[in-house]
């Protein structure tokens, strides 16, 4: 008999708890038990059209602090006339934040939230 039987029995509770179906459950979809909470989290996001900004401009207003993004823009490499579109309505939002906004390489970009600064030249 296994500690969690024991302790179902404790409560009452019969029931066999599978320990790998309930850590991938939705209930601990959120739950980093490694970590504490950090003030602001890096977040990698692919975006494959004009739709998506929204949720990106969600994740960088976030208040009290926003989320770093690290977009991945390869489906938009694909229409020029879209990325162009995106990366300006980006800019337009990051620069109206107080945060940066800047090209990694041909397929990501780096946004940041308020206060938060990217130093783009090479020394």
């Known amino acids: 008999m296994g500690v969690f ?3 179902g029995q404790a409560f009452g509770s019969n029931k066999e708890i ?3 179906e309930y850590m991938n459950s939705v209930e ?10 950090a003030d602001m989290y ?3 996001v692919s975006i494959a059209s004009e739709e998506d900004v929204k949720a990106i401009q969600e994740e960088i207003a976030k208040k009290p602090h926003g989320n770093i993004i690290l977009l991945d823009i390869t489906e938009l490499n694909k ?5 162009n579109n995106v990366i300006n309505a980006l800019k337009e939002f990051v620069e109206k934040q107080d945060g940066d906004i800047g090209q990694i390489d041909s397929t990501r970009i780096l946004i940041t939230p308020s206060k ?7 020394k």
């Not at 229409?79 to 990325?83: A, E, S, V, Y």
């Open 28 to 37: 601990m979809e959120n739950v980093d038990l490694l970590h504490e909470p």
């Open 18 to 20: 599978n320990i790998e």
């Open 116 to 122: 938060v600064k990217i130093i783009k030249r090479k």
């Open 42 to 44: 890096v977040k990698p």
């Open 5 to 7: 039987d024991k302790l």
């Open 79 to 83: 229409r020029p006339n879209t990325r």
